[in-house]
Each structure stands twice: as structure tokens, then as C-alpha cells.
């Protein structure tokens, strides 16, 4: 009876702990779309999504004992880790005069003139950002197992609150509203927001985000998600929310969008490959160029590749390139370079070890199982994602974004869950 009564005991324990967890992925997955927002130190900025992961944290050192993590994915964590690491001390003194585009200072104004590679807090600050969301990752198996549908739940309606924003913004740049909490969402002042940029003139739409090309990819994803719902299920439901999200993304006139939009309704109709989706795809497409031509994008995009603000961007991803290349492959370490796009700031910043090792970490949480053998739901969540990753790899540089690993956690936990039932 004693017996018993413990293993109830050690039970329920248990059961509270996961609970409590699984509360932390909730704030971390709401908070992620609010990278802004923040408490700033001295000369240190902590966004709030990251305050809630040190948290979770030390919750977890304290239930360290109890919590199982993937072996393989949790191996090849901590061997980025420890590859950071070592490179973040050691790269500053092996790699002489390198020069690197300076996180602090934005890209427009390194044109041609870039800083010296130092060690800085902001080094360590992008290292432990980036140890803390290994550790989301890695911890997501356990704490959102049976969780999956409130996860995804907790993650779309962070998505309703980006668009809840937008057009809030939209309404209040064109006069209709005289009221947009500007002070409330934008206070980390160690970034560049995009609030008050214009185009064409017209003030441009970046909701909770950091700037339109980030809210543009976030928007994008999220009607992807909606798009491959409806593909697979055809409810009336899904095709409204992903003309919602395909619209609320063109509002932020961003390229980026649009890159987003064309990916996921084009790999969407390739991968079902049925008559009426070629037919709703082409819906889309006419729905796309109304907005298109009513926001005069064409022109807008036009006088941005011509600008010299996307000459500026193409010359950061070339040095970047080129660090590596001068580095014989090691990079310039965690947190030193920030060019435009994921792909050569993961290269730049990693290495090609690291990359592949971060690369390697995507593969074995999302690689498991044949696309076939997938629910619809694991699908859509999946196509969320690539689409993410894709607009992040040609136009958003930061590895470290919190969306960006609760995506990959969402996908995670649903691939996983599929696998316990088809096996």
C-alpha cells in the first residue's frame, strides 16, 4: 500500500512539473512575437521571450534529474555548444586583421567601412541566447508530450495577434485611429525597429516585429500553414484565415512576403497535385496582384533593389562570405558579424562545422518520419516552417530569433507524436 501510494505520489509530482513546464512554452511561444519588447540594462538588452527561457532555465536544472531528452539531438546540442564556445575565446586571437560588420552598428552605416573583430558582451550574450534555445528545443519532447494540439493552438493564436497589430498599425498610419502602442512594443533600443520606416512616402507595417521583412516572413508562414490546411482538409474556415494571412502579409509591402507566399502556394499545389487546388491557386495569385497593384509594390520593390539600401545588404552577405572564406572555414565566432540573411550569417558567424552541425539539429527534429506517413496537421506545420526558414535564409539574419525555435519545437513535438502512432 505504502508502495503505492508513493509511486501516485512520484506520479502526480510529475504530472504538476510537466504542467508547470508546458506553462513556460506557452509564454516563450506568445512572447516570441513581441522580439521588441524589452527590458534594457545598462548596455544590455533582455528581450522578454529570453527572460522567460532563463526561467525555464533554471526550472529545468531543478528537474534535471526526471526529464529525458532525444539522445541524438541532445549530443549533437552539445557539441555546438562546446564548438561555440571554444571558437567564441579562441577565433578573436587566431584570426588576425579581420574586419566584421558590427552587430551594434546596422548595415547601412558599414558600407565599405567595417569594425575589427572583438570580444564583447554581445558575444556572450548571442552564445547563451543561443545555448537557451538548444534547451527549449531539446526539452520540448518532454514537456508538450500529450500537449501537441494545445502547443499548436498556443502558436496560432500568436499568429491572430500579429495580424490583430497589423492592422491596428495600418489603421493608425493612415489616420483612422489616433492611438498605436508604439512605446509598449518597441523598447528594446539595441535594435533597429521598423516602425517608422516609409516607402513610396506611405509609412510601412511592421506589427510586433522588429521590422516589415520580419513580419512579412512571420505572416507568410502562418498562411502557409493555413493554405496547406485547407488543401488537405477544405474547410471554408482555412481559406479564410489564409486569405487573412496572405493579405496581412502583403500590407508590409516586403519582398519577403511575397517570397513567402509564392514558396509555400507553389510547393502546396506541387506536393497535392490535384486539378481544383491549380484552380485556388489561382485565386490566390489574382487576390495577390490586387493588393499588389492597390499598394503600388511593384514600384515600391523596384526603388528598393535600386536603393542603396539593398546594395548595402548584398555587400554584407559578400563579406560575410568572404570572413569565411578568410577564416579558412572556423568563421569569426558567435555573435561577431551580422550581414542580411541566415545563411551567410550562420556561415559567417558559425562557421561551416557549426552550420552544419546547426543544420544537422534541424535534420534530426524534423527528419524522422516520410512525409506521407505524416497527419495533415504535422504537414502544415512542417510547410510553416520551411517556408520560415527559407525567407529567413535570403533576407532575416537572426539565428537566435525565438519564433524561429518554436517553429522548429512545434514541428518537433507533432513529427514525433506521429511517429508513437504509426508505429
Known sequence: MKLTSATINISSLNSNRRSLGFLFFVLIA????????????????LVFAI??????SIF?????????????????SVLLVVYLLVGLF????????????????????????????????????????????LLFL????????????????????????????????????RGYVSFFPNGLLYTNKFVAVGN?????????????????????????????????????????????SSLIFMSSALITTSFTAILGILIGSMLGVYIYRRFYFYVLLAVLVVVLIIWINAFEVPVQLMEKLLSASYLHRAYSNMVSFQMVLDTYGFGVGIGSNRPSSLLASVLSNFGILGGFLLALIFFIS??????????????????MLATFVLTMLISIPDYNLTLLWVFLSLSYVHIVRDGVLND
Open 138 to 173: 531539446n526539452a520540448s519532447l518532454y514537456f508538450c508530450q500529450g500537449r501537441e494540439k494545445a502547443y499548436l493552438k498556443i502558436v496560432l493564436m500568436a499568429g491572430w495577434i500579429v495580424v490583430f497589430f497589423l492592422w491596428w498599425q495600418f489603421a493608425y498610419t
Open 366 to 383: 524534423i527528419g524522422g518520419r516520410k512525409w506521407k506517413k505524416l497527419t495533415s496537421t504535422s504537414q502544415a506545420i512542417l510547410a
Open 30 to 45: 506568445i512572447f516570441s512575437i513581441f522580439p521588441a519588447m524589452s527590458i534594457n540594462f545598462s548596455n544590455f538588452p
Open 196 to 240: 517608422e520606416q516609409l516607402m513610396n512616402g506611405v509609412p510601412r507595417i511592421n506589427s510586433t516585429l522588429t521590422e516589415p521583412s520580419l513580419a512579412g516572413a512571420v505572416l507568410s508562414s502562418f498562411y502557409v500553414y493555413y493554405f496547406f490546411s485547407f488543401l488537405k482538409r477544405k474547410t471554408i474556415g482555412s481559406f479564410l
Open 90 to 133: 579562441i577565433i578573436p586571437f587566431l584570426s588576425g586583421e579581420i574586419s566584421v560588420l558590427n552587430p551594434r552598428l546596422g548595415i547601412d552605416k558599414q558600407y565599405l567601412t567595417l569594425s575589427p573583430l572583438n570580444l564583447s558582451i554581445s558575444n556572450v550574450g548571442q552564445f547563451l541566447y543561443l545555448t537557451l534555445n
Open 60 to 76: 529545468i536544472a531543478s528537474s534535471i534529474s526526471v526529464i529525458r531528452f532525444k539522445k541524438k539531438l541532445f549530443i549533437v
Open 51 to 56: 527572460l522567460v527561457q532563463l526561467l525555464f
